[in-house]
């Protein structure tokens, strides 16, 4: 193995870049007369707009043009979409209520763009849009989703009666019924998943630029998949042909899954650049990040669990209402569905559950894919309530859970899934003498010695990501395939390009899948280039979202490489007059085995650009495309200790330790793997602690900066312990399972377990602040 290779803990390639102020990002993109945009948005949560007055801001200096949703309809722009279908279990489809990119009639929430003007400078732009004058009528609110399905509620779409999408169900509820009915013990619990705002680093931009000599369309966006956003612009939303367009995502600072999706700003740049003849530019302040950017999770669930004499799971009943805003975004019907449901059996071998979820409007932002989607709701509600069953029973936590692992693969549980490799008592074990979970009685009576309350908490989660494989997720209503491509190209010189269609916004791909190439044929990785995010350079690809970037992006090209190797070793072959079957790759050379003979790689590449010397028949050059569409969902599983001390007097919380110990399957970089973990418990801890969005009544979004919506810092985080098992994955060449959601989805039960352990407590809802905390400890005492 070359230091550089598979299982090295190289530091990343493209830091270089970002640390030293070089990446390129959407805001640094400057086309020659290039304007700026802003958009008017709606001041409420629900009204009827009836009347739009834009002369006073047209007269303004600077502006160049001032455009309507009444002139977008006329040009034929279509609405958003939602592009997974959900049927109810009536058979009936999913209410899709219209989602013009500029709202003409009606606006559904605060934030909801109804006008844009574009300007020579930004300032220019905002302030012609603070003169727009526009006349609603206000209606009646709802942001409550269980409120939402009451007749009192507002009727947010036309399409949708009483506000409900759908009413969706999976499981067998006859025979979890009968669980429950024979169950030696039933655990009930109300569980709440909080909303959440993504803020990503960077906020999302979008540039449009239509060239009218070349009757051609550039949009450079701040996206996850620049393929996806240019299939659906062009194919529902008629911005513009698909050969028309090109979409670059250059530099991403961060995705978590809310710059997966296509929002009205891309499309209204690439529209109003051709309406005004200039490009057009737009980047998101922060608020307009709160107010507009998909939210996440959201969720009430009522849940029942069974359990036998023996402490065995016998059954498991979940009723979820999830709350998906005013709109439906391009992927949130899966999200509360076939991503969340298919994972409520988690680590136990559960014979009966049944899930009926039904799908609300609000007027709020829509709700959409956040870090692990819908995972960290399944895992959320099932390990509080196994945690909270064990301490009803009296027995311990750890040992409840490993009483009910699944341990025998592959495992088809009762909500689609089909399990194929794991060791979750391994996993359990680590984790637990990681923590020295044996001695927390004694770490508890020295913490209460010292007046504070100590608590102890676990998480064993699953996930099921790797997103596809395409017929699978056909099947269960996705309007899209879910496989990967790749590209590699051997130039004359040696040097190697990997085109692939995942994109990378801080996963670290430069480094890593140049180390599978480094792998396969020992060239340094400096000498490889990876080339993503541009329409135009790049096959069609499927993007980087559910953790699927190793196990489906880097598969694709490991398989394109399986094709450059084979030709490699034929050139090499016919050039040292050997057999193909003797020719090995090392060390940057082709050799002979058991020889002194041998061609170095930039030679061998060489021969094949001057084809002078060929086998017969043979093409020249050295380029391979492969797609890789998996045969299964990768199944990344672990278990999370949190430990925290809680000071009664003022409810501040202190995580004093937290373990991570996961089953990834196997590591291309455990340095990158590593960092992924980190981000996400800190995402997952900022849920459980300090993170939560609030509307009041009327829709006004109350944490809509950094003054009124928490996210963690350093010293909110304890240094964490982590370690990785390995049962390889099974359905991919790689082995690999894939890391970049675990953290978000384990760590919040455990933090709130530990919590809710501290107390003596049922129960606490996230975020678990302060004053939460402090409450809920004054409530014990009375």
């Given amino acids: 193995m070359g230091i550089e290779g598979v299982g090295a803990r190289v530091a990343r390639k493209e830091d270089k870049r970002f640390i030293t ?127 939402a399905l009451e007749r009192s509620a507002p009727q947010i779409h036309p399409e949708a009666d009483g506000n409900l999408i759908f009413d969706w169900e999976l499981g067998d509820s006859t025979a979890t019924n009968a669980a429950i009915k024979a169950a030696a013990h039933i655990t009930r619990m109300t569980i709440v998943n909080n909303r959440l ?50 979409v670059i995502a250059p530099d991403v600072g961060g995705g978590f899954g809310s710059k997966i999706y296509i929002y009205p700003e891309e499309i209204i740049c690439l529209w109003a650049s051709k309406k005004t003849g200039v490009p057009v530019k737009w980047v998101a302040d922060r608020t307009e990040s709160f107010l507009t950017d998909a939210h996440g999770r959201d969720h009430v669930s009522t849940v029942e669990m069974a359990f036998d004499k023996d402490n065995r799971i016998t059954g498991l009943k979940v009723d979820t209402i999830a709350n998906l805003g005013a709109y439906m975004s391009l992927f949130s019907s899966c999200v509360p569905t076939y991503l969340y449901a298919t994972l409520l059996s988690g680590q136990y071998d559960i014979p009966a559950i049944h899930a009926n979820v039904r799908a609300v409007y609000t007027n709020t932002a829509p709700v959409d894919a956040y870090r692990g989607a819908g995972r960290p709701e399944a895992t959320y509600l099932l390990e509080r309530t196994i945690e909270t069953a064990a301490r009803e029973m009296g027995v311990s936590p750890a040992e409840l859970r490993r009483k009910n692992f699944i341990t025998s693969f592959p495992h088809q549980t009762p909500v689609i899934m089909n399990y194929d490799a794991g060791d979750y008592a391994a996993s359990l074990d680590a984790a637990m003498e990681a923590a020295d979970y044996a001695g927390f009685a004694q770490r508890k009576a020295a913490a209460k010695a010292k007046g504070k309350l100590r608590g102890i908490g676990m998480s064993c989660y699953i996930e099921a990501c790797g997103l596809a494989p395409s017929a699978a997720v056909g099947s269960l209503g996705a309007g899209v395939g879910l496989w990967e491509s790749a590209e590699v190209r051997v130039n004359a010189a040696g040097t190697i390009e990997v085109l692939t269609g995942s994109h990378s916004h801080g996963q670290g791909h430069e480094t890593t899948f140049a180390q599978l190439v480094n792998q396969r044929f020992g060239v340094p990785i400096d000498s490889v280039s990876i080339v993503h995010g541009d329409t135009d350079k790049v096959q069609m690809g499927m993007g980087t979202y559910g953790s699927r970037s190793g196990a489906v992006g880097m598969s694709a090209v490991a398989k394109a490489l399986d094709k450059v190797e084979a030709k490699a070793k034929k050139i090499a072959a016919h050039l040292l007059e050997a057999d193909e079957g003797d020719i090995v790759i090392e060390n940057g050379a082709l050799k002979v085995t058991g020889t002194d003979r041998q061609v170095p790689w930039f030679q061998m590449a060489l021969a094949a650009y001057t084809a002078h010397n ?27 200790v949190c430990e925290v001390e809680i000071d009664p007097e003022t409810g501040v919380t202190e995580i004093v330790q937290f373990v991570a110990a996961d089953d990834f399957g196997n590591i291309i970089n455990p340095m990158i793997v590593e960092g992924q973990v980190h981000g996400g418990v800190a995402q997952g801890i900022g849920q459980a602690l300090l993170e939560g969005t609030r509307y009041d009544a009327s829709g006004q979004l109350l944490t809509a900066s950094y003054m009124d919506y928490t996210m963690p810092r350093a010293d909110d985080l304890p240094s964490f312990k982590v370690s990785t098992s390995n049962t390889p994955c099974p359905s991919n060449p790689l082995g690999i399972k894939g890391c970049g959601e675990a953290g978000a989805i384990g760590s919040p039960p455990a933090v709130i377990n530990a919590i809710t352990d501290a107390i003596g407590i049922t129960d606490i809802a996230m975020p678990a602040s302060p004053s939460t905390v402090w409450a809920a400890i ?5």
């Avoid at 086998?615 to 599983?637: I, Q, V």
């Fill in 778 to 782: 004054r409530a014990t005492k009375h």
């Fill in 614 to 640: 060929l086998p017969d028949s043979m093409e020249p050059g050295l380029k391979e495309t492969s797609f890789y569409d998996p045969s299964n969902f990768t199944f990344p599983a672990g278990c999370y």
């Fill in 21 to 147: 102020g070089a990446g390129r990002y959407v805001e640094d993109m400057v086309v020659p007369g290039m304007k700026h945009a802003a958009f008017v948005r709606s001041p409420h949560a629900h009204a009827e707009i009836k009347k739009i007055d834009v002369k006073k801001a047209q007269a303004m200096p600077g502006v160049i043009g001032v455009l309507t949703g009444k002139e977008l309809k006329a040009d034929g722009i279509g609405n958003l979409i939602c592009g997974w279908m959900i049927h109810s279990k009536d058979g009936s489809p999913m209410k899709m209520g219209a989602w013009s990119p500029l709202a003409f009639d009606r606006v559904r929430y605060v934030g909801d763009a109804v006008v844009v003007v574009v300007a020579e400078t930004k300032g220019q732009a905002r302030d012609a849009a603070e003169a727009v004058d526009i006349t609603y009528e206000e209606l009646k609110a709802v942001v409550d989703a269980p409120k």
């Fill in 197 to 246: 705002v993504p803020n990503a680093m960077e906020p999302r931009a979008a540039l449009g630029y239509y060239d009218k000599a070349e009757d051609h369309y550039t949009c450079w966006t701040t996206s996850q998949n620049p393929h996806l956003a240019r299939l659906v612009m062009s194919a529902f939303y008629n911005v513009a042909p698909e050969n028309k367009l090109r």
